[in-house]
């Protein structure tokens, strides 16, 4: 009797093994497809996962390029957008992480959004008039964003935006805020964080800004010589950078529980 439990829990572990196996290698397996398509009349850009990563780079020619091993990813051309959507992955268990590729020629887009549920977030050198980036649970890194506007949020991750330009509306439920800003800022703009620090760098800074910063449960670090604050308080600043006038953009720095570096 005893000899058979053990065969009979062998045979369930080969089994849950195999399983395991198949639902790893299901979408894996599938070969590398990259699809090209001609950007002249593309203004939009629309890229939607799942638990799939998405990496956005430059292209080295002028062609859009879409690249993924995983199946169930959709790409049409809807005229001036080109839609790219990955459905939830068909393994029971999927250990290993999947990416869609996307590189874009060196122009400027109207609008460009990446939007996932549980993936990571990723981009190089973008450029469109907007760029709206958002994730449920996964970090977003961007190095190198230019143009008119920056729009980010997450529920639950980190947020890194390096060599950004434009305006900003970033926020973050749980996770930590880093920016490092070049230049004008033209618009109102707003950083946000529920639960998490917040690093704010403008180097080189815009000819003219209003910030206005508040932390409720933290302090507020800053090395701009023009700040000002309450008397004796560290969470709260407000602070103006070269020549103010009505037309000045303000940055709104919020924090409810954590820290605000600003330089």
Same mark, same amino acid.
């Given at each position: 009797?005893?000899?058979?439990?053990? #065969?009979?829990?062998?045979?369930?572990?080969? *089994?849950?093994?195999?399983?395991?196996?198949?639902?790893?290698?299901?979408?894996?397996?599938?070969?590398?497809?990259?699809?090209? /398509?001609?950007?002249?009349?593309? #203004?939009?850009?629309? &890229?939607?996962?799942?638990?799939?990563?998405? %990496?956005?780079?430059? =292209?080295?020619?002028?062609?859009?390029?879409?690249?993924?091993?995983?199946?169930? &990813?959709?790409? =049409?051309? %809807?005229?001036?957008?080109?839609? &790219?959507?990955?459905?939830?992955?068909?393994?029971? /268990?999927?250990? #290993?992480?999947?990416?869609?590729? &996307?590189?874009?020629?060196?122009?400027?887009?109207?609008?460009?959004?990446?939007?996932?549920?549980?993936?990571?977030?990723?981009?190089?050198?973008?450029?469109?008039?907007?760029?709206?980036?958002?994730?449920?649970?996964? *970090?977003?890194?961007?190095?190198? /964003?230019?143009?008119?506007?920056?729009? *980010?949020?997450?529920?639950?991750?980190?947020?890194?935006?390096?060599?950004?330009?434009?305006?900003?509306?970033?926020?973050?439920?749980?996770?930590?805020?880093?920016?490092?800003?070049?230049? %004008?800022?033209?618009?109102?703009?707003?950083? #946000?964080?529920?639960?998490?620090?917040?690093?704010?760098?403008?180097?080189?800074?815009?000819?003219? +800004?209003?910030?206005?910063?508040?932390?409720?449960?933290?302090?507020?670090?800053? *090395? +701009?010589?023009?700040? =000002?604050?309450?008397?004796?308080?560290?969470?709260?600043?407000?602070?103006?950078?070269?020549?103010?006038?009505?037309?000045?953009?303000?940055? /709104?720095?919020?924090? =409810?529980?954590?820290?605000?570096?600003?330089?």
């Amino acid at each position: 009797m005893e000899n058979w439990r053990n #065969k009979g829990i062998a045979l369930l572990c080969a *089994s849950m093994l195999a399983v395991l196996v198949a639902g790893c290698n299901s979408d894996s397996d599938a070969k590398s497809e990259v699809k090209r /398509f001609n950007s002249d009349n593309i #203004k939009n850009i629309y &890229v939607q996962t799942d638990s799939q990563n998405i %990496e956005l780079s430059r =292209s080295d020619n002028a062609q859009i390029e879409v690249r993924s091993t995983i199946k169930g &990813v959709t790409i =049409s051309d %809807e005229g001036e957008t080109l839609k &790219v959507i990955a459905a939830e992955s068909s393994g029971i /268990f999927n250990l #290993k992480t999947n990416i869609v590729y &996307v590189a874009l020629p060196n122009r400027i887009y109207k609008k460009i959004d990446l939007i996932t549920k549980s993936g990571k977030i990723t981009g190089k050198d973008s450029k469109s008039k907007e760029l709206s980036i958002s994730g449920d649970s996964g *970090s977003i890194g961007i190095q190198g /964003f230019e143009g008119e506007k920056i729009v *980010s949020h997450t529920s639950s991750g980190d947020i890194n935006l390096a060599g950004i330009s434009g305006g900003m509306e970033v926020s973050a439920d749980a996770g930590n805020i880093n920016i490092s800003h070049q230049g %004008e800022i033209a618009q109102d703009s707003s950083v #946000k964080s529920n639960s998490g620090k917040i690093e704010l760098k403008l180097d080189p800074a815009p000819s003219s +800004l209003r910030i206005n910063a508040v932390t409720k449960s933290g302090k507020i670090e800053s *090395s +701009l010589k023009a700040s =000002s604050g309450p008397s004796g308080s560290d969470k709260e600043l407000h602070a103006q950078i070269g020549k103010i006038t009505d037309e000045s953009p303000v940055l /709104f720095v919020e924090n =409810s529980s954590g820290s605000i570096v600003i330089q």
